[in-house]
């Protein structure tokens, strides 16, 4: 991975995925809380020291527009194409550099400036999706999110354990 990286995101092609964004808290009597999806992508997302808003556009263009996405044995499409649902969920450990024998995570965004540009990134992908002919025309696909700065509990079904780092 290069040492000049700015935005992290590994995508992932699903057959249904679940994720948990609400953490339970018996004493406060809450409930946990999760989102599921079907046939589409899940987007893992890290935003290191160096990324700024621009990166944010970038970043959510290119991976909605990647063709990695497939039906049976059919040509590679976009999850937009497909059409398919989205799932994006922060991940801070992509972001990490091994030293010895443990992950250092000094290369991230401050923790407040990596929610911002999280939920701008989120915003822009539904943004995009709803603007797209193919999949917003039709009502049974959605772009869900995780919770920034959680623990999160993650689920998947995949047609192929094949991961995909976006890097730039």
């Known amino acids: 991975m290069s040492e000049a990286?700015?935005?992290r995101c590994l995508i992932q092609q699903c057959v249904n995925a679940r994720l948990q964004v609400v953490l339970a808290d018996p004493e406060k009597n809450i409930q946990p809380e999760f989102v599921q999806i079907g046939?589409?992508?899940v987007f893992f997302v890290c935003f290191?020291?160096?990324?700024?808003?621009t990166d944010l556009d970038k970043l959510a263009k290119t991976v909605l527009s990647v063709?990695?996405?497939q039906i049976d044995q059919s040509k590679p499409t976009s999850v937009l194409d497909l059409p398919g649902d989205i799932l994006i969920?922060?991940?801070a450990c992509i972001g990490g550099k091994?030293?010895?024998?443990m992950f250092q995570y000094h290369c991230n965004i401050d923790k407040q400036l990596g929610f911002d540009y999280y939920s701008k990134f989120v915003d822009l992908c539904k943004k995009y999706?709803?603007?797209h002919?193919?999949?917003s025309s039709n009502a049974n696909v959605k772009v869900l999110s995780g919770t920034y700065g959680i623990r999160q509990v993650y689920s998947t079904e995949t047609n192929g354990p094949n991961l995909h780092l976006v890097e730039f």
């Open 98 to 101: 091994m030293k010895g024998k």
């Open 5 to 7: 990286s700015k935005v």
């Open 48 to 53: 290191l020291k160096e990324a700024t808003e």
């Open 133 to 135: 002919p193919v999949w």
């Open 129 to 131: 999706a709803s603007e």
């Open 39 to 41: 046939r589409g992508a």
């Open 89 to 91: 969920i922060p991940q």
């Open 67 to 69: 063709r990695l996405s």
